[in-house]
Each structure stands twice: as C-alpha cells, then as structure tokens.
C-alpha cells in the first residue's frame, strides 16, 4: 500500500524551502518532513550533532503511540506531541495523512512560538504533497516494503 506520494525533485526543493522559512522564522535547530513509517524524507538546519534517522523512526513511534492514547480517552485526534528537554525540545505535528513536521530546538525557545509558525509550514509542506500525489494519482510508494535507512537517493535526479 503506497504511503506517500511519488515525489520528484522539486517537490522536495519546495518542501526545502517551506523548511529553511520555517526555521528562520523560529531559530528551531532542525525540520525534518518524515512519512508516518518512520522514514526521513527531507530536512533542513543544523543536524551534525543528531542522528535524524533513529529521530524519525522513534518520532514516528511516540507519534502513533499518542494517537492511541487519544483513542484512550475518548478524543479523536491528538496531532501534535512536545518532548521538552534540558537542552534541546522536539516538537512533531501531523501534516497529512502520511507524514509529519519534526522540529528539534532548543529549549530556550518558546513551544508556541514553533507552533505558531508551524501552521503556515504544515499548509505549504501539505499542498506541495497533495500536487505530487494528483501528479500521479494511485501511485506511490511504502517506504518501508524498500527497506532502506536514506531515503534520500529516492527524490534526485537522475545523471543523463
């Protein structure tokens, strides 16, 4: 069962460019686009200091386990979880059906500050998603019958 859109280069420049907005409008240290599998799509800042990989797949899984929890207590959706840390917060919101916004920043910053900005970023990341998938309706991929750590390689040109 596709997962995601089938996306092309410049779907992924402009998630690119909704990210870098994002993170100069927050001063957040990293966003990452991840599909709800777990699997990194795109992501903009500073990321030497992470591992973004395990990031989106344990994103992912705290992700889902609160939408459980939701079920739990009779709400119908919680789209967004906050990890606050000593150093550094993660902020993980819902964009679609398919992937979510991971912010990594620092904890000085205000959460409501990347939530405040995050609503505009979660439109754009969304809309850019919906043109790929009625680029090629029906289509897609399952990232995770690929079996594949980077899925970066996937949304590159090809060499001629």
Do not use: W
Not at 108 to 113: E, H, I, P, S
Request: glycine letters at 6%; aromatic letters at 8%.
């Amino acid at each position: 069962m596709a997962t995601l859109p089938q996306l092309i280069e410049d779907d992924i420049q402009r998630l690119d460019e909704a990210l870098r907005e994002f993170i100069a409008s927050t001063d957040a240290t990293a966003a990452l686009v991840i599909d709800k599998g777990g699997f990194l799509i795109t992501h903009q800042g500073d990321a030497r200091d992470f591992d973004l990989t395990t990031i989106a797949a344990l994103s992912s899984g705290a992700y889902m386990a609160n939408q459980t929890i939701a079920g739990l207590v009779n709400e119908t959706n919680f789209n967004s979880i906050y990890q606050q840390g000593e150093k550094f917060s993660l902020f993980v919101v819902n964009i679609d059906d398919n992937c979510m916004l991971v912010v990594i920043f620092k904890s000085q910053t205000g959460v409501g500050v990347v939530k405040y900005f995050a609503i505009p970023a979660v439109k754009c990341i969304a809309c850019q998603l919906e043109i790929a998938q009625e680029r090629t309706p029906g289509m897609g991929l399952d990232l995770s019958v690929l079996n594949v750590a980077d899925t970066g390689q996937f949304f590159r040109k090809k060499e001629a």
